[in-house]
Nanobody, 125 residues
Framework: VQLVESGGGWAQAGGFMRLSCAVSGLPFTNYGMGWFRQAPGKEREFVAAINWNGGKTLYADSVKDRFTISRNSAENTVSLQMGFLMPEDTAVYYC???????????????????WGQGTQVTVSS
């Protein structure tokens, strides 16, 4: 199983960025997908999650109305469109797959079985 994130980098506050995660080695539509992030010196935190067909999504309060999670089953990818970025969004962003949340997306990191290696997002003020 491989989850490979891409699209991280540097942005100014107020800007936009799109992260993608390419998934292979598992039946993509049988898994809920999530994005998490970890800032230096802080614990990993939930960002957003989506169920197997994209019909249900879940967001952390800190990103609601600024970030959008989506998935493409034809390409086996999950994306995170980030807008109105703030310096507090600076972190390493991880995508993750969870069989148990295929129907209802989950916000708890220890429910997720598979993880990507992460991609750095840096937002400057």
């Amino acid at each position: 199983v491989q989850l490979v994130e891409s699209g991280g980098g540097w942005a100014q506050a107020g800007g936009f960025m799109r992260l993608s995660c390419a998934v292979s080695g598992l039946p993509f539509t049988n898994y809920g997908m999530g994005w998490f992030r970890q800032a230096p010196g802080k614990e990993r935190e939930f960002v957003a999650a989506i169920n197997w067909n994209g019909g249900k999504t879940l967001y952390a309060d800190s990103v609601k109305d600024r970030f959008t999670i989506s998935r493409n089953s034809a390409e086996n990818t999950v994306s995170l469109q980030m807008g109105f970025l703030m310096p507090e969004d600076t972190a390493v962003y991880y995508c993750a797959a969870d069989w148990g949340s295929r129907v209802n997306p989950a916000r708890t990191s220890n429910e997720y079985e598979y993880w990507g290696q992460g991609t750095q997002v840096t937002v400057s003020s």
